[in-house]
Structure formats: C-alpha cells, structure tokens
C-alpha cells in the first residue's frame, strides 16, 4: 500500500510532503489512459487547467510590473566586505581631515606643540596603534587634553558655561525691617519666602499675590525680646519651622498660623535627657529632608533635640555634643544629610560632630575635633547634593570644604572672610559644582561681597558686591535657579536672570502697581425717581462735591461740635465752670449741694422735727402701735448735802468722790 496517497476509485488525495518551489514538475504520464483517468468522473482534488493558466497570467504579469521577487529567498550579506568597506572609508575620511589640520596651521605657523602631539597621536592611530588611547579625529586648535587623556576639557570655556548659568545678572529688593536678616527660608515649589530678623518679626512674602509695592502678606513677632535665628520650610512646603533666641521652638502653616509650641524643659534637673525640651536659648533648627513631620532643634544647653508634630509636648530623642575632655559644648548649628541618614551640628570647640539616624544616639560616627578654632561659632553647615562631602563656614573668617569619607583634614580651605554673625550661610550650587558663602563689612569695607568658589578646584569664580551691607544669609533654590540674599541693613536682595531663571522674582519685576480707585462716598442714598411731581422730586447731583459741602454746612449731618457759651470762644460748653471739666464739674456740683456751715447742725434738723411729728408719713405710722416711747436718761450728781444736780457730762468722765 502506497504510503501518503488516499484514492476512492478514480478520486485520488495526495498526503505527502508539498512540493518545494526550486522542485521540478512531475513527468506527464506516458499513457493516454491515465490523463484519461486525471479528468474522467469528478476529476482529482488537484488544481484544474483554468486554475493553471490563472496562475502563469499572474506571474507573467507580476515580472512585468517588476514584484515578482517578493516572498522568494532573502537577499544574502557578507559581513566580512561590508567591514572592510567601513574601515577603508574611515581611514580616508581621517586622511581627508589630516590634511584640512595642514593646510590650517600652514596659514597659522603659531602653533603650540600641544596641536602638534594631538597630531602626532591621530597619525598614529591612522597607522593602527592599539596602545594608543586616543580614538578619533584630530582636535581643533585650543583644546586640551587632560591628564588622564579620556576626554578633551577647556577650562576657560567651562568657567565661562558657569558664569552663564549664575543668576547674577538682575536684583530685587524686599524691605523686611531696619535690623539683620537673619532667616531666610524659601517653599520647595518657589512661590513662597519667609524671613526673620534681629528686630523679632518674621514675614511672609508671596511671589504670585506681590506686585510693585513689595510688601509682606503677613508679619508678627513669634516671641517678644527674641531675635529670630533660623527659619525653615519643611520639606512639603506645608509648615514654617521658627527658631528665636528663646527655649521653645514654633511650627507655623504656610499662612502664618501657629500650629502648636514645643515644650519648655525642667532647668533643675541636671541630666538633660531627663527633661522633656530645652532649657537654654535655641540657635538652630531644620527639617528632615524625607520626613515632613521630624524636625531637629540645638540649644546652649549642650543638646541637639529631634521632634516630630504629633507630640511637641516631649521630645523624640536627645542628642548630646560631648568636648574632647568629655564635658558638654553647646552646639552652634546642626543640619540633616540629603538623605537624612546623618544628623551633623557644629559646637563652639570647633568640632564637628555626626550620629548615624538609623542607630542610638550614644555614638559619634564621624567626630572632627579641630574643624575649626575653640571658641569660635562655627556659623554654617551645608551637605553637598551627592552626600559626598560637606561645607563649614566657621567664626575664624574660614570656609572649609569636606570629603565626608576622610575628615582628617580639609579638601579645601579658604581664609580672609571676615564673618561678625553666628548664623553666616555657606551653600551648594543647584549643580553642586560651586560653594557659595557671604562675609561681612570690615573696617575701611564698603560693601559686603559674595564668593563663589568652584568645587574641585576651589578657584574663585565670581566675587559680587551684594550692597553697602553684611552678607548673612543665602538661599540658592534650585527650581527657581535664583539666589535671595538676607542682609545686614535689614533687605532680602533676590538676585536672578530672566533667561535662566523662572517664576519667584521674575514675576514680581514683571508687575505694575495697580491703580487705586477712589471710591466716591455717598453719604446718603439717593432714589430716583424721573416720573414724581417736582415737590417729591429729589435734586441729582452729577457729583458729590457740592453735596459733601452742603453736608458740611449742616451741623447735624457733620456731627459739628456744640459751640462755646462764653464770649472769648474757647473752652466750648464747659467755659462757664471752667476750662476743664473736673473743674466744670465740681463747681457746679458746688453749686447745687451747696449746704450752709454756719450755725448748729442738731438745730438745722430739729427743724423739721415738729413737722415730722405732725404729719407722719413713713416711719412713725408704721411703728406707731408697738413701738415704744423713748425714755431719755437724765445725768444727775449728788452733792454732800444730797441734792443732785444736772450735769452735761457722762457717767464715764465723772469723778469718783473720795
């Protein structure tokens, strides 16, 4: 039995393997009998001559219109030609830009040997040096390679990038008081500034609702006889943290409304984790920059606090700053890490001390004895963005940048800032390339200046007079890429560019003061009525100036004051009693109750003694019937020949006879 062929009489299927197209046809049959058989009855289930010559006019016409190559086999590659035709086509293209750098320094024989080495190295890899580690074209004139040879750097050009994105260019001046700025905090969007000073108010200022008038939407003073040393916006933007000069610190909303108080500590005890808050001034505070509800406070009592807003009644945890000796110093600033794993503060021995958050706050992780001098306040603290190190703005007129996995001594130093305030900022640049710090006004200064040095290597990029003022605290807010200077002469000094920077003070420039309307006071309601008879018919006035004189002729209407009875026109109604009236006052009372002190006053009663007893009206009639009748005692005295005798004296003042 034939295998893959099914046949019923003269109907045949045909299972087996379909026919491949690169196969040849099958030979015709070579007997009539058997084509005979193919198209008697029903036929076969194959294809019939119609479907046959269907198909040979379609591909006759498919190779005419030029797709008949569709579907059929892929086109094949060779990838060893087409590698060597992209290796020859770049050792031409590499010739063809050696000789344009020939023909360049033909016209500028001023070469400097650098082009020439560059040159050298791009002939070489030309000729297939693998050890070479340069790749790629020559380099135009005027760039340079760095040491390590891994990519071409312009140092001039790179300054110049650095100077364009500082937002130096335009300056807006907020008026918050006559003393120090010493606060300064802006929101994490940028709609919102908040600003302390030494003159014990904090104000909100709003960019969006300000126009040309610069004033504050809200002012008020958190406690009275402090000076305000820091304020904070959390890191949602929803609450102000206020730290004065006093032991509590207060947590106010983005409107200005105080949310509660933290807790005052018990000064008696000597153990300061036993007490539930400060007990000493604060001198810093800040927020958590991951945990909106944690906040970090430090106080002269020696300890550095952590709060959280759901109990500011005690305190979550008590950190405190042991000196060499091991005895307490008293921090000076404390700041949180980016990440918020490290809680960092300054002391006045000049240390610089750091505690891991995830562990017990026993334990110094980083401990930096000599940051800077004993005795000095250290006044800034700043964590770079990439956590890798960390700024210090001391009181010995330095500021020192940190690499935070080797403190033993400073990356950088630079000296010669005079700083004269125990809250001066240092900060990082959005683009953490820059360190930015203020100095203050020294003997023969004019104006107080703002530093930028360039962080790997601590060049001074930009040195800006920011008026006739100290420079104590700076803001660069990174979305806004705009920088707010709190001054000593009592302004916030915004500074930015209106190509680089956006929203925040750009706004505020771009507004105008709006007109004040002047209503017109109606001092009474006036009904028209077109259609009433002219005895009903109220005058109308275009305006209401003659009306407010009409008015003020009516002494009634303009609530005048009574005119003075006396000639001489002075002193009003009181100038008949006097030219005060406490003296007004008692005269005529004086007058009225004036009672004559001449004579008896028993006599002046008992004359209405005898009208009294006649006509009776209150008292006697009421007591007439029980009343008793008054017996008066009679003072008599004896005398030898037992006679008395009526005396005026009382029986106590008699003289006992012997």
């Not at 293209?93 to 050696?98: C, F, V, Y």
């Not at 140092?155 to 001046?173: I, T, Y």
């Not at 929203?503 to 105008?512: D, R, Y």
């Not at 004040?516 to 109220?538: D, G």
Request: charge should be neutral; aromatic fraction near 6%.
């Amino acid at each position: 039995m034939n295998k893959g062929k099914i046949s019923f009489g003269k109907i045949g299927l045909s299972l087996g393997k379909p026919k491949e197209p690169d196969q040849a046809p099958p030979a015709e049959p070579s007997n009539k009998e058997e084509k005979n058989e193919e198209s008697a009855g029903f036929g076969s289930f194959g294809k019939f001559q119609h479907q046959k010559e269907q198909k040979q006019s379609e591909d006759e016409i498919a190779a005419m219109m030029g797709f008949s190559g569709f579907g059929k086999k892929a086109k094949e590659f060779d990838i060893d030609t087409l590698v060597e035709e992209t290796r020859k086509s770049a050792i031409d293209r590499n010739k063809t830009n050696i000789e344009k750098m020939l023909t360049q320094q033909a016209e500028n024989p001023k070469s400097s040997s650098s082009a020439e080495t560059k040159r050298e190295k791009s002939t070489a890899t030309e000729e297939g040096d693998e050890d070479d580690d340069f790749v790629g074209p020559p380099l135009p004139p005027g760039m340079s390679i760095d040491k390590s040879g891994s990519a071409p750097v312009e140092e001039e050009e790179d300054n110049e990038d650095e100077r364009r994105r500082m937002p130096l260019s335009h300056e807006l001046v907020l008026e918050h008081g006559t003393k120090t700025v010493s606060g300064l905090a802006v929101d994490p969007s940028g709609s919102r500034l908040v600003s302390g000073g030494l003159d014990y108010d904090v104000r909100y200022w709003d960019f969006q609702g300000m126009d040309q008038s610069r004033e504050a939407f809200r002012s008020f003073c958190p406690s009275d006889g402090y000076p305000i040393n820091s304020v904070e916006y959390s890191c949602t933007g929803d609450k102000v943290l206020v730290v004065s000069g006093s032991q509590q610190a207060k947590v106010y909303d983005r409107d200005g409304i105080e949310l509660f108080e933290c807790v005052k500590g018990d000064m008696y005890l000597h153990d300061m984790a036993k007490t539930k808050g400060h007990i000493a001034g604060l001198t810093c505070g800040t927020w958590h920059p991951k945990d909106k509800e944690e906040f970090l406070t430090s106080a002269r009592d020696g300890t550095c606090r952590i709060w959280h807003t759901s109990s500011p009644h005690c305190q979550r945890h008590v950190i405190k700053a042991r000196a060499s000796n091991g005895l307490k110093t008293q921090p000076i600033t404390c700041a949180y890490s980016r990440d918020g794993i490290l809680v960092a503060c300054a002391c006045d021995d000049g240390s610089i001390q750091m505690w891991d958050h995830r562990k017990t706050f026993v334990n110094v992780s980083i401990n930096v004895r000599k940051a800077h001098d004993r005795g000095s306040e250290t006044s800034g603290l700043m964590f770079s963005y990439d956590n890798k190190g960390f700024a210090t703005r001391g009181g010995d007129d330095t500021l020192k940048l940190w690499d935070i996995r080797n403190t033993r001594e400073a990356v950088h130093v630079a000296n010669g800032l005079f700083n004269r305030f125990s809250m001066t900022d240092c900060v990082f640049s959005p683009n953490d390339q820059l360190v930015v710090t203020g100095t203050s006004l020294n003997k023969g200064e004019s104006a107080g200046k703002l530093l930028m040095y360039n962080r790997n290597t601590w060049d001074v990029v930009k040195e800006l007079e920011v008026g006739p003022s100290h420079v104590v605290k700076i803001v660069w807010h990174p979305r806004l890429n705009q920088l707010m200077v709190g001054c000593g002469d009592g302004k916030v000094r915004l500074l930015y560019d209106p190509k680089t920077s956006h929203n925040g003070a750009v706004l505020v420039a771009g507004k105008h003061n709006k007109r004040s309307k002047q209503a017109e006071v109606v001092v009474s309601q006036q009904i028209i009525t077109p259609h009433a008879l002219p005895m009903f018919r109220e005058e109308r006035h275009k305006s209401t100036r003659k009306l407010e004189e009409r008015d003020r002729k009516d002494p009634v209407r303009s609530q005048q004051p009574d005119l003075p009875v006396g000639k001489a026109g002075s002193g009003g109604r009181v100038s008949a009693g006097g030219s005060t009236l406490s003296s007004y006052i008692i005269r005529n009372m004086g007058l009225r109750r004036k009672v004559q002190e001449e004579g008896d006053p028993r006599e002046a009663l008992l004359k209405f003694a005898k009208d009294a007893a006649e006509n009776p009206y209150w008292v006697t009639p009421a007591y007439a019937k029980n009343q008793p009748k008054p017996i008066f005692q009679e003072s008599q005295e004896q005398d030898s020949n037992n006679e008395t005798k009526e005396t005026d004296e009382p029986a106590t003042k008699k003289v006992k006879s012997e």
